[in-house]
T-cell receptor
Framework: GAVVSQHPSWVICKSGTSVKIECRSL??????MFWYRQFPKQSLMLMAT?????????EQGVEKDKFLINHASLTLSTLTVTSAHPEDSSFYIC????????????FGPGTRLTVL | QKEVEQDPGPLSVPEGAIVSLNCTYS??????FMWYRQYSRKGPELLMY????GNKEDGRFTAQVDKSSKYISLFIRDSQPSDSATYLC????????????FGQGTILTVHP
Protein backbone atom coordinates (compact mmCIF):
# COMPACT_ATOMS: atom_id res chain seq x y z
CA GLY A 1 0.00 0.00 0.00
CA ALA A 2 0.91 3.65 -0.25
CA VAL A 3 3.07 5.19 2.48
CA VAL A 4 2.19 8.29 4.46
CA SER A 5 4.56 9.68 7.07
CA GLN A 6 4.06 12.15 9.88
CA HIS A 7 6.48 14.23 11.88
CA PRO A 8 6.90 14.45 14.78
CA SER A 9 5.54 11.22 16.18
CA TRP A 10 5.03 12.86 19.54
CA VAL A 11 5.37 16.35 20.95
CA ILE A 12 4.99 17.95 24.35
CA CYS A 13 4.49 21.68 24.56
CA LYS A 14 3.51 24.37 27.01
CA SER A 15 0.07 25.93 26.99
CA GLY A 16 -0.09 28.93 24.68
CA THR A 17 2.55 27.77 22.23
CA SER A 18 2.03 26.64 18.64
CA VAL A 19 2.87 23.23 17.27
CA LYS A 20 3.33 22.21 13.63
CA ILE A 21 2.69 18.68 12.43
CA GLU A 22 3.81 17.52 8.98
CA CYS A 23 2.13 14.92 6.81
CA ARG A 24 3.93 13.57 3.74
CA SER A 25 2.96 11.15 1.03
CA LEU A 26 6.17 9.30 0.29
CA UNK A 27 5.56 7.40 -2.92
CA UNK A 28 2.63 9.17 -4.50
CA UNK A 29 1.21 12.62 -4.99
CA UNK A 30 -1.84 13.76 -3.07
CA UNK A 31 -3.80 16.83 -4.07
CA UNK A 32 -6.03 16.15 -1.10
CA MET A 33 -5.14 15.08 2.40
CA PHE A 34 -7.29 14.72 5.47
CA TRP A 35 -6.64 15.51 9.12
CA TYR A 36 -8.26 13.52 11.90
CA ARG A 37 -8.21 13.73 15.66
CA GLN A 38 -8.58 10.75 17.93
CA PHE A 39 -9.15 10.90 21.68
CA PRO A 40 -8.30 7.88 23.85
CA LYS A 41 -10.51 4.89 23.19
CA GLN A 42 -12.55 6.85 20.69
CA SER A 43 -12.83 6.71 16.95
CA LEU A 44 -11.32 9.06 14.41
CA MET A 45 -13.06 12.36 13.86
CA LEU A 46 -12.43 14.23 10.64
CA MET A 47 -11.21 17.76 11.30
CA ALA A 48 -10.51 19.16 7.87
CA THR A 49 -9.71 18.50 4.25
CA UNK A 50 -6.40 19.87 3.03
CA UNK A 51 -6.38 20.93 -0.62
CA UNK A 52 -3.20 21.57 -2.56
CA UNK A 53 -3.27 25.09 -3.97
CA UNK A 54 -6.40 26.21 -2.18
CA UNK A 55 -7.85 26.74 1.24
CA UNK A 56 -8.63 23.88 3.54
CA UNK A 57 -12.23 23.02 4.29
CA UNK A 58 -13.11 22.44 7.92
CA GLU A 59 -15.72 20.24 9.50
CA GLN A 60 -18.42 21.78 11.59
CA GLY A 61 -17.19 22.77 15.02
CA VAL A 62 -13.50 22.88 14.11
CA GLU A 63 -11.93 26.29 14.56
CA LYS A 64 -10.03 27.17 11.41
CA ASP A 65 -8.07 29.94 13.13
CA LYS A 66 -6.85 27.50 15.72
CA PHE A 67 -6.01 24.62 13.43
CA LEU A 68 -4.14 26.12 10.50
CA ILE A 69 -3.67 23.87 7.50
CA ASN A 70 -1.27 24.49 4.64
CA HIS A 71 -0.96 22.14 1.69
CA ALA A 72 2.39 23.36 0.45
CA SER A 73 3.00 20.79 -2.28
CA LEU A 74 1.60 17.61 -3.78
CA THR A 75 3.33 15.58 -1.09
CA LEU A 76 3.15 17.79 2.01
CA SER A 77 0.39 19.10 4.24
CA THR A 78 0.96 20.75 7.61
CA LEU A 79 -1.35 21.23 10.56
CA THR A 80 -0.45 23.95 13.03
CA VAL A 81 -2.18 23.98 16.37
CA THR A 82 -2.02 27.59 17.47
CA SER A 83 -2.11 28.73 21.08
CA ALA A 84 -2.43 25.16 22.21
CA HIS A 85 -4.28 24.34 25.41
CA PRO A 86 -4.49 21.11 27.41
CA GLU A 87 -7.83 20.25 25.81
CA ASP A 88 -6.04 20.11 22.45
CA SER A 89 -4.02 17.15 23.69
CA SER A 90 -4.91 14.30 21.36
CA PHE A 91 -3.69 11.94 18.68
CA TYR A 92 -3.61 13.70 15.31
CA ILE A 93 -3.59 11.54 12.20
CA CYS A 94 -3.44 12.48 8.54
CA UNK A 95 -4.53 10.45 5.56
CA UNK A 96 -4.22 10.64 1.83
CA UNK A 97 -6.06 8.86 -0.97
CA UNK A 98 -4.20 7.35 -3.88
CA UNK A 99 -5.24 8.71 -7.23
CA UNK A 100 -8.18 7.11 -8.91
CA UNK A 101 -9.64 5.64 -5.73
CA UNK A 102 -10.37 8.67 -3.63
CA UNK A 103 -12.04 6.80 -0.84
CA UNK A 104 -9.16 4.38 -0.36
CA UNK A 105 -7.27 6.23 2.31
CA UNK A 106 -3.83 5.51 3.66
CA PHE A 107 -3.06 6.86 7.08
CA GLY A 108 0.06 8.23 8.65
CA PRO A 109 1.39 6.81 11.94
CA GLY A 110 -0.10 9.70 13.92
CA THR A 111 1.29 12.44 16.16
CA ARG A 112 0.60 12.41 19.86
CA LEU A 113 0.30 15.96 21.17
CA THR A 114 0.45 16.67 24.88
CA VAL A 115 -0.12 20.22 26.03
CA LEU A 116 0.98 20.97 29.58
CA GLN B 1 -28.09 8.26 15.86
CA LYS B 2 -24.52 7.83 14.68
CA GLU B 3 -24.06 7.33 10.96
CA VAL B 4 -21.96 4.24 11.58
CA GLU B 5 -22.56 2.02 14.60
CA GLN B 6 -20.00 -0.48 15.81
CA ASP B 7 -19.95 -2.51 18.99
CA PRO B 8 -16.81 -1.39 20.86
CA GLY B 9 -16.42 -4.75 22.59
CA PRO B 10 -14.00 -5.64 23.99
CA LEU B 11 -13.95 -9.01 22.26
CA SER B 12 -11.67 -11.76 23.53
CA VAL B 13 -11.18 -15.02 21.65
CA PRO B 14 -8.76 -17.95 21.79
CA GLU B 15 -6.10 -18.38 19.15
CA GLY B 16 -7.44 -20.13 16.07
CA ALA B 17 -11.02 -18.91 16.51
CA ILE B 18 -13.08 -17.31 13.78
CA VAL B 19 -13.76 -13.68 14.61
CA SER B 20 -16.80 -11.79 13.37
CA LEU B 21 -16.82 -7.99 13.50
CA ASN B 22 -19.84 -5.98 12.42
CA CYS B 23 -21.06 -2.50 11.70
CA THR B 24 -24.33 -0.96 10.64
CA TYR B 25 -24.77 2.32 8.87
CA SER B 26 -27.67 4.62 8.18
CA UNK B 27 -26.77 6.61 5.07
CA UNK B 28 -27.87 4.78 1.94
CA UNK B 29 -25.53 7.00 -0.13
CA UNK B 30 -22.51 5.15 1.24
CA UNK B 31 -21.01 2.96 -1.45
CA UNK B 32 -17.46 2.36 -0.26
CA PHE B 33 -16.71 0.26 2.76
CA MET B 34 -13.42 -0.26 4.49
CA TRP B 35 -11.94 -2.06 7.43
CA TYR B 36 -8.91 -0.71 9.22
CA ARG B 37 -6.74 -2.27 11.90
CA GLN B 38 -5.19 0.02 14.47
CA TYR B 39 -2.57 -1.01 16.95
CA SER B 40 -2.16 1.02 20.10
CA ARG B 41 -0.64 4.47 19.46
CA LYS B 42 -0.37 3.82 15.72
CA GLY B 43 -2.21 5.04 12.66
CA PRO B 44 -4.94 2.86 11.11
CA GLU B 45 -3.83 0.28 8.55
CA LEU B 46 -6.12 -0.44 5.62
CA LEU B 47 -7.18 -4.11 5.62
CA MET B 48 -10.05 -4.30 3.18
CA TYR B 49 -11.62 -1.96 0.66
CA UNK B 50 -14.86 -2.86 -1.04
CA UNK B 51 -17.33 -1.17 -3.30
CA UNK B 52 -21.05 -1.84 -3.10
CA UNK B 53 -22.48 -5.16 -1.94
CA GLY B 54 -20.73 -8.48 -1.98
CA ASN B 55 -17.82 -10.36 -0.51
CA LYS B 56 -14.09 -9.84 -0.73
CA GLU B 57 -11.46 -12.20 0.55
CA ASP B 58 -7.81 -11.55 1.28
CA GLY B 59 -5.92 -14.29 3.03
CA ARG B 60 -7.51 -14.90 6.42
CA PHE B 61 -9.77 -11.87 6.08
CA THR B 62 -13.20 -11.73 4.43
CA ALA B 63 -15.27 -8.57 4.15
CA GLN B 64 -18.99 -8.69 3.47
CA VAL B 65 -21.30 -5.85 2.56
CA ASP B 66 -25.08 -6.09 2.50
CA LYS B 67 -26.41 -2.78 1.30
CA SER B 68 -30.03 -3.88 1.57
CA SER B 69 -29.68 -4.18 5.34
CA LYS B 70 -26.89 -1.60 5.65
CA TYR B 71 -24.69 -4.15 7.35
CA ILE B 72 -20.96 -4.73 6.93
CA SER B 73 -18.86 -7.49 8.39
CA LEU B 74 -15.26 -8.58 8.70
CA PHE B 75 -14.38 -12.20 9.37
CA ILE B 76 -10.95 -13.27 10.54
CA ARG B 77 -10.14 -16.96 10.20
CA ASP B 78 -7.53 -18.78 12.26
CA SER B 79 -7.07 -15.73 14.46
CA GLN B 80 -3.59 -15.08 15.84
CA PRO B 81 -2.36 -13.11 18.87
CA SER B 82 -0.87 -10.63 16.41
CA ASP B 83 -4.43 -9.85 15.28
CA SER B 84 -5.06 -8.24 18.67
CA ALA B 85 -5.87 -4.62 17.86
CA THR B 86 -8.75 -2.22 17.39
CA TYR B 87 -10.72 -2.79 14.20
CA LEU B 88 -12.46 0.17 12.65
CA CYS B 89 -15.09 0.05 9.96
CA UNK B 90 -15.41 3.07 7.71
CA UNK B 91 -17.75 4.15 4.97
CA UNK B 92 -17.71 6.78 2.24
CA UNK B 93 -19.72 7.84 -0.73
CA UNK B 94 -22.35 10.24 -1.93
CA UNK B 95 -21.23 13.82 -2.30
CA UNK B 96 -18.52 13.64 0.36
CA UNK B 97 -15.60 12.59 -1.79
CA UNK B 98 -12.79 11.12 0.22
CA UNK B 99 -14.42 11.78 3.56
CA UNK B 100 -14.58 8.68 5.69
CA UNK B 101 -17.09 8.09 8.45
CA PHE B 102 -15.75 5.72 11.06
CA GLY B 103 -17.38 3.37 13.49
CA GLN B 104 -16.29 3.50 17.10
CA GLY B 105 -13.92 0.59 16.70
CA THR B 106 -13.94 -2.88 18.25
CA ILE B 107 -11.11 -3.87 20.57
CA LEU B 108 -10.08 -7.46 19.81
CA THR B 109 -7.79 -9.61 21.92
CA VAL B 110 -6.67 -13.02 20.70
CA HIS B 111 -5.13 -14.97 23.54
CA PRO B 112 -2.75 -17.91 23.04
Amino acid sequence: GAVVSQHPSWVICKSGTSVKIECRSLDFQATTMFWYRQFPKQSLMLMATSNEGSKATYEQGVEKDKFLINHASLTLSTLTVTSAHPEDSSFYICSAPTSGRGNEQFFGPGTRLTVL
Amino acid sequence: QKEVEQDPGPLSVPEGAIVSLNCTYSNSAFQYFMWYRQYSRKGPELLMYTYSSGNKEDGRFTAQVDKSSKYISLFIRDSQPSDSATYLCATAGGTSYGKLTFGQGTILTVHP
